[in-house]
């Protein structure tokens, strides 16, 4: 039973990490591109479920609010990129930290004054309401395996586009020495507001996706965005491949932690005591990893060269 | 080899497939005006870094005063008695002058650890910094915010910072660079007044000033070092000429 | 060499010289406003949100000392803010309920965490190291979250306030009060006091330039680590206040969202002033507290529903005004009076 319990749990993690690393992706080429930091990522993320919730209810199909809540999603965080982002590029992070600070304030407010403070629920798609059997007696969700698919297929795409692609190359680039971008004749302004939309757009799908098996909440970004800050920091700043491995890594020992943390302190710890401790330390497992990883490698795992 | 205060054994350092700095092997005397010059992209500054300290070398020794440095930090160094000027200026701005040059000297004299009393006004720092922005020139300028003095006197500044430190040698790496006419001729007689009391390894672009301050002049082609001798003779040196001076038709 | 010491040194800096009627000012008000507020008629409800003010001026202003004079951009100084309150807490439910006892052992515990984390985060650098303290405080965060023996998310109430030597006297508004201005003053007094010291111009030399310091022979790390101490010491006493003032503690006081806005309190008041955070502090707190109403009389012109629903939403004008005191109001209250006596 444990194994199966195991196996489904770590589908879970699989499924969360997958989701966080499509926040991350945007967030660490934000970062590594513009070096600019940006707290607003996780409302952009609130702003995609929020779409998708308010899209869903007028149309009355999940697929019809995903394809409006997509382009919708894109074109605010180019709007935002436009009112405040672009301002904030020259100046130092401590401001970048408090502006973009301001706009969770105001977006997470926004909502409320919207949709009031209650909970929306958006349902699960008709065609993927279902439980598939994916071994003997191993029930799971259909929609979830649909996230994992989908989390999996976006992770390939971002793959070839970044290290396929002409903008690919010129973000890669960027991320290890924009000034050498902009001394090549690129438009490095039109390049961050790609960039920009672009990791806005990702951040809204992953809000999207989830909102059917999550709340959709006012502040339902803030403690994603600060797993996303966990990830990026943890795989290396403006590295893909490190934000992709470090959320999949985050995923599952936050997941994995908490169902089993109690009963693996079972083994050293008397019954009540285990369930205590456990409980204790299974949200700060990730943090205590990143502490870990920092120590040994104050960059991360893969630091973007700078 | 107990007759030279600084000496460099095969040092390196690659970035990459890149060889900034190729066995670089250097013997200075002490009390010498030792001048290192080369082509722009020889090396020169990553040299300086490397042997104060600020980047890691990848192979190769420093010895300075008969001991192994090669793997202290760069405040170790400079407590032993090596100190650098930068480059690019690298002042702190907000600062005075005068409290640019204190905190040099505040920095070998007596615990920094002090939570009371107020920095600024301990003579003993501020005597002492001021005796060094006199030896530079600056003196009358103490009070003014470093970030607001000219490039010149930021140079000169960046001068007393050093001498501040009370090294045996100092590095110099181009202290003439950008300065007006005035200012470098202050700059110059100021190594002048300088040259013996202090060991100085000098870069420099300014082919003048190398050859009527330094006592013995090195020259860095391609990370390497292909001659040193005294002045006269490196501008008779014939590879010397062929890598460098040749084009630079003025000498 | 007689003839170099033509020009005397002058015996200080001109930044220095300068005497600034403000601080005063402030204290002045803080220490008079307990006779005012007894003739508003509303004198409990001035004093707890004065105490507050002060509260939370000491937080920020010990996040001042690092990032103003340090150029440490700590994201989690609230854990400093629950170290001190739940030490309170944890304390009086076991029957110690004596300040002189709690306090110190709040004060170590900062200490404690400080010196650790500091050391691991300071090995970081820019980015990392706003993230690094911010993963540090949701570690305490979630810590105290899961201590279903001390309330657990939903924290934990106090049954009385601390006893200072056995007497009860804190229990009375304006004895808090008086001790949160004393240790206020104290603060910021010590804090004036390490700025100009030897090993405050150390620390401000590093923020302006690491490399230089280094060049001149400072290990930066050293006075890094210790002025991050200090200043967790002085959060944590904050923590103590607070959880007497609200008589009351709480995950919610170290969230990542009371980090950012202790970092706020800091940059609206002006950075690198001591004084200037308290002013943020008050500036915010007076803010929080009066937008609503503000914002019902600003907005007279709408229909009832849309007013209270407005004022309920008071954070959506915070926000803006939070973006554009970045973009425009650099250097914060202080920057502007700067500004305005200079015509």
Known sequence: MTATLFFIQALNGLQFGLILFLIAAGLTLVFGVMDFINLAHGVQYMVGAYLVAAFSAWTGSFGWGLLLALPTALAFGLLLEVLVFRHLYDRDHLEQVLATFGIILFLNQSVKFIWGAAPLSVPVPEVMSGSVEIMDGLLYPVYRMAIIAAGLVVAALLYLVVSHTRVGMLVRAGATNASMVSALGINIRRLFMIVFGFGAMLAGFAGAMVAPILSVQPGMGDNILILAFVVIVIGGIGSIRGAFLAALLIGLVDTLGRSFMPNLLRLVLDPSAASQTGRAIAPMLIYIFMAAVLFFRPSGLFPAKR | ?251 | ?343
């Not at chain 3, 001790?179 to 590093?206: D, E, H, N, P, Q």
């Not at chain 3, 930066?220 to 959060?235: D, H, K, W």
């Open chain 3, 1 to 343: 060499m007689a003839e170099l010491t033509q020009a005397r040194a002058p015996s200080m800096s001109s930044a220095v010289a300068r005497f600034d009627p403000l601080p005063v000012f402030i204290f002045a008000m803080f220490a008079a406003a307990p006779f005012l507020a007894s003739t508003s008629g509303a004198e409990g409800y001035v004093l707890s949100l004065l105490t507050r003010v002060m509260i939370f001026g000491l937080a920020a202003m010990s996040l001042d000392l690092i990032l103003g004079y340090g150029a440490l951009v700590s994201f989690g100084h609230a854990a400093f803010f629950g170290i001190g309150a739940y030490t309170v807490g944890i304390m009086a439910s076991h029957g110690v309920e004596d300040a002189l006892i709690q306090v110190p052992v709040a004060l170590a515990a900062s200490a404690f965490f400080a010196a650790v984390t500091g050391a691991i985060s300071l090995r970081t650098k820019g980015v990392y190291f706003i993230m690094i303290t911010l993963a540090f405080a949701q570690m305490l965060y979630f810590l105290a979250s899961s201590l279903a023996a001390y309330g657990g998310d939903d924290g934990l109430t106090l049954s009385t306030r601390s006893l200072v030597a056995g007497s009860d006297f804190l229990e009375n508004d304006f004895a808090l009060y008086g001790t949160t201005l004393a240790c206020l003053l104290g603060a910021y007094m010590l804090s004036r006091s390490i700025v100009k010291s030897r090993f405050g111009r150390v620390l401000r030399g590093t923020k302006e330039n690491t490399v230089r310091m280094e060049a001149i022979g400072f290990q930066p790390l050293p006075f890094q680590l210790t002025a991050y101490v200090i200043s967790g010491m002085m959060a944590g006493l904050a923590g103590c206040l607070l959880a007497n003032q609200a008589e009351f503690v709480s995950p919610a006081f170290m969230t990542w969202q009371r980090s950012g806005e202790l970092i706020f309190m800091v940059v609206l008041g002006g950075l690198g002033s001591l004084h200037g955070a308290i002013i943020g502090a008050a500036v915010f707190l007076l803010l929080e507290e009066f937008l609503p109403e503000i914002l019902h009389a600003a907005s007279f012109f709408l229909n009832d529903e849309l007013r209270s629903r407005l004022s309920e939403n008071w954070q959506m004008v915070f926000g803006p005004i939070l973006i554009l005191i970045v973009l425009f109001a650099r250097g914060g209250v202080l920057g502007f009076i700067r500004r305005g006596s200079h015509g």
């Open chain 2, 1 to 251: 080899m107990a007759d030279s205060l600084l000496e460099l054994r095969s040092l390196r350092k690659t970035y990459g497939a890149l060889f900034v700095t190729d066995n670089v092997d250097l013997s200075v005397r002490p009390g010498e005006l030792h001048a290192v010059i080369g082509p722009n992209g020889a090396g020169k500054t990553t040299l300086i870094h490397q042997i104060s300290g600020l980047v890691r070398s990848d192979s190769g020794q420093v010895l300075f005063d008969g001991e192994d440095i090669t793997h202290l930090p760069m405040h170790e160094r400079v407590r032993r008695g090596l100190a650098r000027s930068f480059q690019i200026t690298s002042i702190l701005p907000a600062f005075s002058a005068l409290e640019n040059v204190a905190l040099a000297v505040q920095a070998r004299s007596g615990s920094s650890f002090r939570f009371f009393g107020n920095a600024a006004r301990e003579e003993a720092l501020n005597d002492a910094a001021m005796e060094c922005l006199n030896v530079v020139g600056i003196g009358s300028r103490a009070r003014v915010p470093a970030g607001l003095l000219s490039h010149g006197e930021k140079r000169q500044l960046e001068l007393a910072i050093g001498l501040a430190t009370q090294p045996k040698l100092l590095l110099l790496d181009e202290p003439l660079a950008g300065t007006g006419h005035e200012e470098s001729l202050r700059v110059v007689e100021t190594l002048q007044s300088l040259k013996g009391r202090i060991t100085i390894v000098l870069i420099e672009h300014d082919m003048d000033a190398v050859f009527s301050l330094a006592d013995r002049v090195s020259v860095l082609v391609y990370g390497r070092v292909i001659a040193t001798d005294k002045p006269e003779r490196i501008r008779a040196n014939e590879e010397v000429r062929a890598a460098y001076l040749g084009e630079e038709e003025s000498l």
